[in-house]
């Protein structure tokens, strides 16, 4: 399974169809499901743009092929954990986006490699 940053679904949304990454991403990436985390979902709402009908609209139908992963104890417990240990300062959702992908044994795609950098357990595409 694949798990998406939340800067992939802004990309997407911001982007025209031939230059969405997301886009490119099913079409490599056809045999594989694809999510997202709840956090994920937290931070896009947080968006002024989600205000704009035509832009909630898109979100909505990228949502419909997204399997949402939920925040768990034991995703929440690996996140603390990743932030007490990675050595440098680490976003809450980054840690939570991380602590999804290796609790459900997903491949992070983020357009920001070095937010997730050096978390043991963690695979990158």
């Given at each position: 399974?694949?798990?998406?940053?939340?800067?992939?679904?802004?990309?997407?949304?911001?982007?025209?169809?031939?230059?969405?990454?997301?886009l490119?991403?099913?079409?490599?990436?056809?045999?594989?499901?694809?999510?997202?985390?709840?956090?994920?979902?937290?931070?896009?709402?947080e968006?002024?743009?989600?205000?704009?009908?035509?832009?909630?609209?898109?979100?909505?139908?990228?949502?419909?092929?997204?399997?949402?992963l939920?925040?768990?104890?034991?995703?929440?417990k690996?996140?603390?954990?990743?932030?007490?240990?990675?050595g440098?300062?680490?976003?809450?959702?980054?840690?939570?986006?991380?602590?999804?992908?290796?609790?459900?044994?997903?491949?992070?795609?983020?357009?920001?490699?070095?937010?997730?950098?050096?978390?043991?357990?963690?695979?990158?595409?």
């Amino acid at each position: 399974m694949v798990i998406f940053d939340t800067n992939i679904i802004i990309d997407h949304l911001r982007q025209s169809p031939e230059k969405s990454k997301l886009l490119s991403l099913f079409k490599k990436y056809n045999e594989e499901k694809f999510s997202m985390s709840i956090v994920s979902l937290q931070e896009l709402y947080e968006g002024q743009s989600t205000k704009k009908h035509d832009v909630h609209e898109k979100l909505l139908n990228t949502l419909a092929n997204l399997e949402i992963l939920p925040y768990t104890f034991e995703v929440a417990k690996l996140a603390g954990e990743i932030a007490r240990d990675i050595g440098r300062p680490i976003d809450l959702a980054d840690a939570a986006i991380a602590g999804t992908a290796i609790i459900n044994d997903c491949k992070l795609v983020t357009l920001n490699m070095k937010d997730f950098k050096g978390i043991k357990g963690l695979e990158l595409l």
